[in-house]
Every structure is written in structure tokens, then in C-alpha cells.
């Protein structure tokens, strides 16, 4: 079982883990190499390479690598050992990934971009350069790429321009919250953003963090320094869908702030995490940039533990003498809709974000540069996920004192409310068969001749007429976080679609992540309706039509499970015999732990092992062997 992991250890750090986000094992392993130090000169931004474009200004290495030289190219000095790049990956013809690697250097354990099919997709990274002052692009299905650059690192044992400097991560803008400097922009509009007092008016560049919400169309966003020119680059690309999307970059800053164009409108949350020196600084070794082969830091999909919802794990730097890591951050295996925030190690989080995911089981990076403590770095997770981090380089300083202890990291059992009709009370009028919700806080409430949303009927066997499913939701004290629904089969001739958006907002409001809604048996037996199987079979086809509607609306196919199923079903082919009720128990606690990516809670065949974590009950083909296991 995954458990707690409040620091992972040193030797995992630096293990070099491997398994890219595709499984892609060819790449190769190395130790950590570095340049010398570096400080930063802002460029442009400037387009180096599209590989759309009748000249690209880059070659091919191979069916899947191009390389793309940055040092020497107008504007860009000859002399450099990294760059501040973003990267898109456009018009992919499979979901894949993009590797960013210096030149002539095998390709590391590690990737930059995440993308699916026809999807525009880009991050930002700082990137060692390699031979030449080159770099390479590796997408692992064939797609189109795009290479812009934000600015350079040339060598430097001291500096005064170019340092960075690490600041707790704050929000200098929320275009959500009311008097926004920057509220609702429209699309194809230019905002400008002041920076607060803590950079200096001279600051050559600030590292930040932009989220895009509530985008009307899709298209990209720009950025540049204020009152500079509006460069014919792009760092973020909306789908128009209006859920939020992060990058982050470095920008060049001027006295009056930066710059962003949005083609997509909606609005900007943009939180700061350091700027990086101007000529009036102090001459100083700190702050410098230690670029390194991009390497694997930490891959929670091959260890014992995730980050939990509400939890945080620690990962110590790597290298001594860091007051900052580089690194890209990827969500991935998500519950749901959420985000990951990355701080200094045992030092108060801010109300920040790092990456944002949309959707359950959703993969997703985005570029950090996160200040070190004597203890590393933090991530916290709104959102039970999987956390993969690869190192890019580092900043020299002094690291922050840790001073609070190390955070919890614990999965909280789930409260898991169970409403249904006279096919769930198997369950309610068999205790023993509860035995078997475990892993989860179940609250159990069937009741006979239940309808959804329309009045219900009165039942005979219960004596009463029953609330609805969407009072039972409504009335049910405190929080939910998942609803498993087994009723419908009352409703019949009804507006089911709009039936089950009425579910759903009942279920949103008391805090659900997601409803997990069983499909209908249809009737086995000689006696079944026709009607019946008819409703039945039409109710299953708008839950299924409904679902695009709602991201987090989970349809179990208990239809075609419990097909596969013997001695289960009673004579009308719908309800459930005892041993039925114990298959329904066992399918609704492996549904729980799939969602949770907790081990099943037992095997399939009696002495078996058991799965973990659980997977999609409704992918196995089969049906547990409930007599063996439960002696029934």
C-alpha cells in the first residue's frame, strides 16, 4: 500500500529514476553533469525555430530530433551555456512528449512538453546548450515544434547583472478577484503588470508563473518587457475552454513592469518567485546559474507513496550550495481538478500555484524555479497525484532555514455517499455485505421505489415514499467527496439527461470530486418486461451521452459487469440475490480504490494477490470469485 513519505530520501533523489511520462525506456541514464556558473541576459523574446515555416533555421537528426542553434543567432551572443526557452509541440499526430537536451548529449531520462493528439502544447525550461551552443528537440510522436528564447546565461564567476534572486512565491495579480489592475481582457488584448516594490526598477528579468482562466477561444499568450516590442512569440496556448492553464518563464522586466498579449481573453493570475539582477546590484558569486544534463529527480509512480490530497512531500537538493532549483514539475494520475504548489522546504506556503490540473488522470508539466531551504524543496498537492520533478540546473546561494516541521503526507479516507433505490438495499438490509466498504467512509442510504429528481413512488416493501436521489444528496450532513448513484430504474419515459445535470450540481454543491453512476441491468430472465429492458437500455444511453457534459462524472458499467456474473441476480433480472449484494459491495469498494490508486481491498480468487493500486473494475473481463472470497 502507498504510505506516508514525509521526505524522500537522498538516494532516491539522485537514483536517476527512470520511466519518461510514456514509459519511454530508451533514453539513457547519466549522473549529474554541470557547467561552469552563468548569469542571465535578456533576449528578445525571439523566435529561434518553427518547423512549420519553409526555412526552420534548424536541421533534423533524426525522424523524431531537430536541432536548433541559439548561440550566435541575431541577438544572441556567441559565448553561452544555457538558455531560457519555451518550447511548443503543434499539430501532434499521437499523444506523446518533448524532450529538450543539449546538443550532441544522449537523450536524459526526462521530458519538457505533454501532449495528446492535434493538441498545441508548450512549457518553458532552462535548458543547457550543448555543441555548437545548440540544442536538441526529441518528440516521441511525430509533431511540429516551436522554439522561442526569453534569454541566455554566459559564463561568469561574479556578477552584478544576471543574479537571480529567490523571493517567497507571491501573487502580484488575481484577474478574478474585484479591482483587478488586469480583470476580464478581451481577446487579442495587452495588459500591463507592475511589479511590486521587492524589484529593483533596473531588474533585468523576473521569473513568474501565468495562469490563463476562463479563455473564450483558443490562442496564446505573449510576453515582454513594458513599453518594449511586442515580439511575434507565444509561452501559453488556451484551448478556449475557460479551465486554467500555467506556464512558467522568465521575462525580460522594465521600470514599468511586463507585458502580456492574450489572444484567448479570460483572465491572468500571475504569481512571482524572484527577479534577476540589474547593473545597480552588488558584485557577488550568488545567484548565479549552474546548468545541468537535465536529470531525474523523483518519479512517485515508482515508489511506495503519491502526494495526497492536502498533502506535501519534501525532496532535498541535490547539489550543496543551491539556493534555488530549476526544474520542470509534472502532475500526472490526477483525482481530478486541482493544482501542486513548490516551496522551500519547511517554510510557510504561499497562495500560490506551480501546476494546474483539469481533469481526473490528467498529465500535465510545467517549468519551476523554486527556492531551496536546508531541507530542499516542498510540494503540496490540492489533488491526490502522482509527481514526477527532472532537474534543469540550479541558482548558488545561501539556502532558507527551515523552520516548521516536515508536513503529513497521508491518504484521508473519503467520505463516499451511497444513494440508491431498491437495487442498492441489498446492501442496507445485509450488514455483513458493509464489511466490505472499506478503505472509505461509507454512508449508505437506499431506499425502495427511490426516484431521481420527479417525486417518488411508494413502496411496498419499505411502507413509505421515499426522498429522491437529489434530496437524499442535499440532506445529507457536511461534506461528500464522492457519490456512487444505483437509482433510476424508477425513472422511466423521464428527461433523463436533464435528470442527471440535476445530480450532478446537487452532488457539486456538497463538495463531490466526482459521482461514480452504475449503468441498468436490463433483465435476464423469461419474466423481464420488455418495457423494462426498453427504459433500461435507453437510461444507460443518456447516462453514457451525459458524460461529456461532466468531467467528473464517472460511468461504471455494472450492466456489463454484472453480465458476466452467476447466481447473482434475482428472478425479475434486476435486483440482486445475497450473493449479488456481496458482488455489488466488492464492485462499488474496487471502483473507490480505483479512484484513490489504493490497492483493491481483496484479490480476485481467494489466496490471490491483491491488485494495487485497484484497477478499473469494469477492465478485467471478469468478475471476482464472491463465493471463495466471501463464502457465500
Known sequence: MRVRAPALSVAL????????????????????????????????????????????????????????????????????????????????TAAGFATVFPSGSERPLASTVNYIASQTAANSTIIRVGNGGAIDVFTSSAAHVVVDVTGVFTEADTATSGRFVALTPRRVLDGREPGAIVGLMAPGSSATIPMPASVPSDAAAVAVNVTSVDAGRPGYLAGFAAGGRQPETSFLNPDGSGAPVAAALILPVSGGGIAITNTSGGRLVIDLTGYFTGPSAQLSADGLFVATTPKRLVDTRLLDTRVWTAGSVEIPSPVPGASALATNITMTATDGPGFITAH??????????????????????????TPVSTRGIAVYASISTDLVVDLNGYFTGTPTAATLPVPANDPVPRRVLMVGDSTLAVVRNMPQTQDLLVGFEPILDAQGCRRLVWTSCFSDTDLRRPNTVHEAILDTPGVVDVVVVMAGYNDW??????????????????????????????GRSPGSSGSAIAAYAQNTHDLRASAPRHPDLVVADWRTYNSRSVGWMAPDGVHLDPRGGFGLADYISRWIAHLDHRPCTAPMVPGGSVPEPCPNPDSTNRVPDIAGLYGV
Open 13 to 92: 533523489v539522485l537514483a536517476g529514476l527512470a520511466a519518461d511520462l510514456d514509459t519511454d525506456r530508451t533514453a539513457v541514464a547519466a549522473p549529474i553533469e554541470s557547467a561552469a556558473p552563468s548569469a542571465f541576459e535578456p533576449v528578445g523574446p525571439e523566435r529561434l525555430a518553427d518547423t512549420r515555416a519553409p526555412r526552420c533555421t534548424c536541421r533534423r537528426i533524426d525522424a523524431r530530433t531537430v536541432r536548433v542553434d541559439v548561440a550566435g543567432v541575431p541577438g544572441v551572443p556567441e559565448r553561452i551555456s544555457a538558455a531560457a526557452l519555451t518550447i511548443t509541440v503543434t499539430e501532434p
Open 344 to 369: 522551500e522546504a519547511g517554510v510557510r506556503r504561499g497562495v500560490v500555484s506551480a501546476v494546474n490540473a483539469i481533469r481526473r488522470d490528467h498529465t500535465i508539466p510545467n517549468a519551476a524555479i
Open 493 to 522: 419515459n423521464d428527461p433523463f439527461g436533464a435528470f442527471v445535470d440535476t445530480i450532478m450540481a446537487a452532488s457539486r454543491s456538497k463538495g463531490a470530486r466526482q459521482v461514480v453512476w452504475l449503468t441498468y441491468s436490463e
